[in-house]
């Protein structure tokens, strides 16, 4: 019997993702059920903030109170899924489970492919004229006004004084500090 796998959202107590996810293998598995559901996935992206010179990363749902599963919902699969502790429901109308379109499933593998690509985004963003203090490189230890971001480089162009003349350096995120 061939298995017809879907792509399914989930609803999920906010901030247990994860734990559902767990409980969701644990089930599928005690129940002999594993095989129908090949892929449960949580987008996550990684968020950095500096505090004090030092570079904090935290992992953040990308899609809070969402997950996502790759499943053949015969049987026995989506009531036991929906029995799990922390299981909202499935999104659609009740009791009827409804599979993403291809399109929206592409989109979503694609943006999760592009987050983990992406090394990560800044939680409070630089802003231009906004004064930064250098971290690191050379010109440690030196303040200077932002005058240009370049987002989509993660770098920035920030104007220095060195020896009493206005130097433009081009720098990462990481070796500038707000001050």
Do not use: C
């Not at 644990?26 to 010179?53: C, D, F, W």
């Not at 969402?66 to 026995?76: H, V």
């Not at 990560?120 to 802003?127: A, D, G, R, V, W």
């Amino acid at each position: 019997m061939a298995l017809d796998y879907k792509w399914y959202v989930i609803r999920a107590i906010s901030g247990k993702e994860h734990k559902v996810k767990t409980y969701i293998e644990a089930e599928l598995s005690r129940e002999g059920l594993s095989e129908h559901v090949p892929q449960i996935l949580i987008p996550m992206e990684k968020v950095y903030t500096v505090k004090n010179g030092k570079k904090t990363v935290k992992e953040k749902n990308y899609f809070p109170g969402y997950i996502y599963l790759q499943a053949d919902l015969q049987g026995e699969v989506a009531p036991t899924i929906r029995a799990i502790n922390g299981v909202v429901g499935f999104l659609g109308p009740k009791d009827k489970p409804v599979a993403l379109r291809q399109s929206e499933v592409n989109r979503i593998l694609g943006k999760v492919d592009e987050i983990s690509d992406q090394s990560e985004t800044m939680l409070e963003p630089f802003m231009v004229g906004e004064l930064v203090k250098v971290t690191d490189g050379p010109f440690n230890g030196f303040s200077g006004n932002i005058e240009e971001v370049m987002e989509d480089k993660k770098k920035l162009k920030v104007m220095v004084k060195i020896f009493g003349r206005k130097t433009p350096l081009e720098l990462t995120f990481m070796q500038v500090e707000k001050e």
